[in-house]
């Protein structure tokens, strides 16, 4: 069988020698010209015929999963020039599992030609033509095929005029518009215009851009149309420009997509490299230190030390340093639990919010010198002063990291947020460069009399610069009260205010009265603050602020805490996969029916623009881009979708959620 | 739409199932069980601390054809086999099929172009070749001693039924395997295979 298949093989190519047509097993193959003769200077068209068995097909430039293309050589005598093939349309062929993309019935392979010069009477064309003509069993051939034609200045159309004719309404047009293409980790979009509503179906010119043989799913928008496309396997250069043909099988173009770099959905979060980031986080430490809430803390130790030398060198860098490794830890103890969390995840949580508003305040009254006399106030004042011991300047340093906090959280957004999605032990490098540079000044202030001595020399001033410090803690706080309005409702807020009123006018009162009132004064501040705080952080937003879809972490954090079944969806205007999944998938009616459940509910996170929380949000779970979905059963599980969604998997997960919310509550 | 809808909804349910299990370059190969030439049941796990070459096959498609006609395939075999890799030709060919043949006949194959696999395997059910997404015949496959796929796709760089072709053409088997040999990784893991489509039963 092998022997035969090699002996007709070998007839054909030898056998057809000179001819301009040949025949092969299920296929006949011919050369052809649209005219007679040739002119010089002139573009005219030669083709090859390729015409198989009927059920028996050939293949376009790409043919898909398997298959191969017809080659051609043009060879001739003369000085002429041939262009490359003009490839009619082709259609999607079903071989068994897979799809090849040819033509059934006769085909031509048209070319243009140029005589350059009219040296000869006559000259000859060959070209050395090898194909692959298929059913589900293949057979390959080989033929060389000859034609000559006379030069003349006077050209006349051949019989096979009618062909080339039907040839060129059957091709393709250049297409004007631009195109884009995104890859996920499965799928390809592709986004383009179509000039009319058709069964548009995508053929790569590259054989390993798509799967073939996977379905295409188009949604269309105003201006411009998406198609999501099951990925090759063999796909591995997502950053160089991509050629398709679109075809309804009537009519067709050519695009030439190009990487939609904005998305960027497959590539692992940006790789910055860890000294930078040290840098940024030593600086940022630097800076931390003449933040509004940090600022007062500190220009009252660095006070001290023009007032006493007794002081203990290390105690602050120490505390500094214990305190934000104790952070670190905490946020990778958490995350290694599995919570998503980031820093300044603490301020997410109403009750510190409110408990720092309260700790400023009471700075503010403490630099206003309204705090009772001769109540040591956990050590805070004398150690802020006065002589201090290694303990004392230990607190200290935990203090400012206390305060500093708030501060941080918008302040060193870069290099934390890339601290969280770190290693373990870059995360630690980081902030421990963090708190170097937070706690250099004031120990270099300590250990060296020289700057030291930059200081201005103690005096009355100090008391009005104390005073002054105090509007800039109040200003912080005036900041919480903000955040908590948004964590919580107005009426939480104003319990919050109320809180505040009552807690200064205790402390105020408590340095008016004796000894054993002070005290019960005092303790009753606290309780009331305390009380207050409470009852601020268990109010409920309006139900119209409820339905508000926009995303933040802190609306996700308050609905996973009550048990809703959250769905993030994080998408932007230019990505192309996230466009089709919503009008495909997300815009279900059955779906739509599930968020009416008071107990369900879809936050949406426009990442169009830059936007610092959806950019910690994605770097939770290890993507740098958008469509991102994920599915919170409470604080009890979450899954994430994939990037290229359907009704059923959205609709599933919303289920299992909620199944997994029951299951939870009931126990 | 709704026709689309469900029939995406489908491939996308399968798809995770699929890339789970199957082959995928510097990943686990899944291990697999078949019956040879001879009867006997070959495991991949039998081979763990070997190089193990796969190789589908279908004697009748033009382009095994071109390299078994011209020797190409069994001098790869010979080569390699005598530097103790396992070689393991498989058929995928469903009954009834383009390439579908007895025990007897694939002996007698072998016999006849001088074959020199460690093993022919009958895949009738098409269950190893989907598990390790072979397409074409031929498509090739490189394990290496700890069970990794170091090597999947075309067998050389040039797409063709032409044996002309060969000689100028960079074998990808040759090149992963002696990389491989000499302790150096892979320089090309991943390409898309040619040659004809296998017959699976569908």
Known sequence: MVRLLYLLLLIFSVGVFAQNTATGPHIEVALVSEHNQVRAGETQWVGILLNPDKDWHTYWLNPGDSGEAPTIQWHSDADIEFGDIHWPLPKPIQVAHLVNYGYEGATLLMVPINLKQATKERVAIRANLSWLVCKEDCIPGWATLTI??????????????????????????????????????????????????????????RGDVIAHNANQVWAHQPNSAQVVISLSDYFATPSEPLNFLISDGKSGFYVKAIPNNASNANA???????????????????????????????????????????????????????????????????KEAGSAVGWGFHL???????????????????????????????????????????????????????????????FMATALGVAMI??????????????????????????????????????????????????????????????????????????????????????????????????????????????????????????????NNHFSAQKLTELRNNDHVVLVNMTADWCITCKVNEQVALNNADL??????????????????????????????????????????????????????????????IQQAKKEINHATSN | MQRLTKWLMLSMLFAPLLSIAAAKVDTLAPDFKLQDSFGKTVSLSDFKGKYVVLEWTNHLCPYVVKHYGS???????????????????????????????????????????????????????????????????????????????????????????????????????????????????????????????????S
């Open chain 1, 148 to 205: 000559a034609l006379p030069v003349a200045d006077t050209i006349t159309l051949s019989e096979h005029q009618n062909l080339f004719e039907q040839t060129r309404l059957n091709l393709p047009e250049k297409h004007k518009d631009t195109a884009q293409f995104e890859v996920t980790s499965t799928h390809l979009g592709l986004q383009t215009t179509l000039p009319y509503q058709s069964d548009w179906y995508v053929f790569p010119f």
């Open chain 1, 592 to 653: 739509q029916a599930l968020f009416e459940d008071s107990k369900v509910d879809y936050l949406v996170g426009d990442w169009t623009n830059k936007n610092q929380a959806i950019y910690e949000y994605l770097g939770q779970y290890q993507r740098s881009g958008v469509p991102l979905y994920v599915v919170y059963a409470g604080n009890h599980s979450k899954q994430v979708l994939p990037q290229v969604l359907t009704p059923d998997i959205v609709i599933n997960a």
């Open chain 1, 422 to 547: 770190s290693p373990m032990l870059d995360t630690l490098a980081i902030f421990t460069a963090l708190a170097v540079g937070f706690a250099l000044p004031m120990t270099l202030l300590s250990l060296s009399t020289r700057f030291a001595n930059l200081l201005p020399k103690p005096g009355a001033w100090m008391q009005t610069f104390k005073h002054f410090l105090g509007f800039l803690m109040l200003a912080t706080v005036v900041w919480l009260a903000w955040v908590f309005l948004s964590q919580t409702s107005s009426f939480g807020q104003l319990w919050l205010l109320s809180g505040l009123l009552g807690f200064t006018f205790l402390i105020w009162l408590s340095a008016k009265v004796n000894r054993v009132y002070c005290v019960m004064s005092l303790l009753l501040a606290i309780t009331f603050a305390a009380f207050c705080s409470v009852k601020g952080t268990q109010t409920t937003k309006v139900v119209s602020e409820q339905k």
């Open chain 2, 71 to 201: 020797d190409n395939m069994q001098s790869l075999q010979r080569q390699y086999t005598q530097k103790d890799v396992v070689w393991l030709s498989i058929i995928s060919s469903a009954e009834g099929k383009q390439g579908h043949v007895s025990a007897q006949k694939a002996n007698e194959l072998t016999q006849k172009r001088s074959a020199a696999p460690s093993h022919v395997l009958f895949d009738e059910d098409g269950q190893v070749g989907r598990l390790y997404k072979a397409k074409t015949t031929p498509h090739m496959y490189i394990i290496n001693p700890q069970g990794k796929l170091s090597y999947a796709g075309a067998i050389d760089s040039i797409k063709s039924a032409n044996p002309a072709d060969i000689a100028k053409a960079t074998n990808y088997v040759t090149a992963g395997l002696n990389n491989l040999l000499a302790g150096k990784p892979v320089t090309q893991k991943l390409t898309k295979p040619y040659g004809c489509s296998i017959k699976y039963k």
């Open chain 1, 268 to 334: 692992p979060p940006p790789s910055q490299p860890l000294w930078l980031m040290l840098l940024f986080a030593f600086f940022g430490g630097l800076i931390l230190n003449i933040m509004p809430c940090v600022l007062p803390i500190l220009s009252m130790k660095a006070l001290s030390f023009t007032q006493s030398q007794k002081t203990n060198h290390w105690g602050y860098s120490i505390g500094v340093l214990v305190s934000f490794w104790l952070f670190a830890s905490i946020i990778l103890v958490l």
């Open chain 1, 348 to 410: 997410q949580e109403p009750l510190l919010i409110a408990g720092l508003a309260f700790l400023f305040t009471l700075i503010a009254m403490m630099l206003w010198d309204l705090l009772p006399k001769g109540i040591n106030l956990a050590g805070v004042g004398q150690s802020l002063t006065g002589e201090s011991t290694f303990t004392q300047q230990f607190f200290t340093g935990v203090l400012a990291v206390i305060v500093a906090s708030p501060c941080t959280a918008p």
